[in-house]
């Protein structure tokens, strides 16, 4: 089976624009449609005709140009069944464990309320991708606008057990912002401390912070770490629950 090509290219401010092609059958799927004109642009630039358009969430910056390609392109429509109503052009959907394929690459539906209450992220499982969207960001995650944080740290951890070599496509390029936040709360980690340092040198020449990987995450991403002790002492919450803790990381990033 041949690799999955992937193309990544900026929509909107700061939304990424993802497509998937699988070289054997000629699919291409967009992961999300932010805007049209990019998406349009990365398709030419390639030659791939989009078959298909794997929505994460209903918000406008990810389902904007869904219409748009429908229509040229022909393309299907996938997306979280608890959202449906709310997502254009919608085909076909999915709900928390199901599985279908994208040619012969096996694709696994991950429910993640938070940051929206149907919200889902898509697993290549043998291909070891993930596209999270809104929900897992490098060294951050979604506020939380229809969920309560205990729903999204059990989201979290959804995510999080994972092979820590699963690539994690997310959906804006936020990672700046959630570096020098997370060294806030988790000042003393030093592979954090590096990892910052690298996310400044590459933004400061204009290059993505994109693809991440879930070790790396597991390692400076204070929002899968609410139960780190260093995190715990700095919040002076040792006592405290994850679900608690993770609720004052996220409102204090709200804040930041």
Not at 5 to 22: A, K, M
Not at 27 to 55: C, N, Q, V, Y
Request: proline share 5%.
């Amino acid at each position: 089976m041949k690799p999955l090509e992937l193309d990544v290219f900026l929509c909107r401010t700061d939304n990424f624009g993802v497509l998937v092609h699988d070289p054997e059958t000629g699919f291409t799927a967009a992961i999300d449609a932010p805007e049209e004109a990019p998406i349009l642009e990365a398709a030419t630039r390639r030659g791939w005709k989009i078959t298909h358009i794997f929505t994460t969430h209903h918000h406008t910056d990810h389902v904007a140009a869904n219409l748009a390609l429908k229509e040229q392109f022909g393309c299907e429509i996938i997306g979280p069944i608890n959202e449906a109503v709310a997502i254009p052009g919608l085909d076909r959907t999915m709900a928390d464990g199901d599985r279908f394929l994208f040619g012969n690459h096996t694709v696994n539906v991950i429910e993640t309320p938070g940051h929206t209450a149907g919200h889902i992220c898509y697993h290549f499982v043998d291909d070891k991708l993930l596209f999270a969207a809104d929900t897992l960001f490098a060294l951050g995650c979604g506020r939380l606008f229809e969920r309560p944080a205990a729903d999204m740290w059990h989201s979290l951890q959804k995510l999080a057990v994972l092979p820590d070599e699963t690539a994690i496509y997310f959906g804006h390029e936020y990672t700046l912002s959630n570096a020098r936040f997370a060294l806030t709360v988790d000042p003393d980690n030093e592979r954090l401390k590096s990892r910052a340092a690298e996310i400044e040198a590459l933004r400061a020449e204009g290059k993505f912070t994109i693809p991440t990987t879930l070790g790396l995450e597991k390692e400076t991403n204070p929002f899968l770490r609410a139960g780190d002790p260093a995190i715990r002492r700095n919040l002076i919450m040792e006592g405290k629950t994850n679900e608690e803790v993770f609720a004052e990381i996220r409102k204090r990033k709200d804040n930041f």
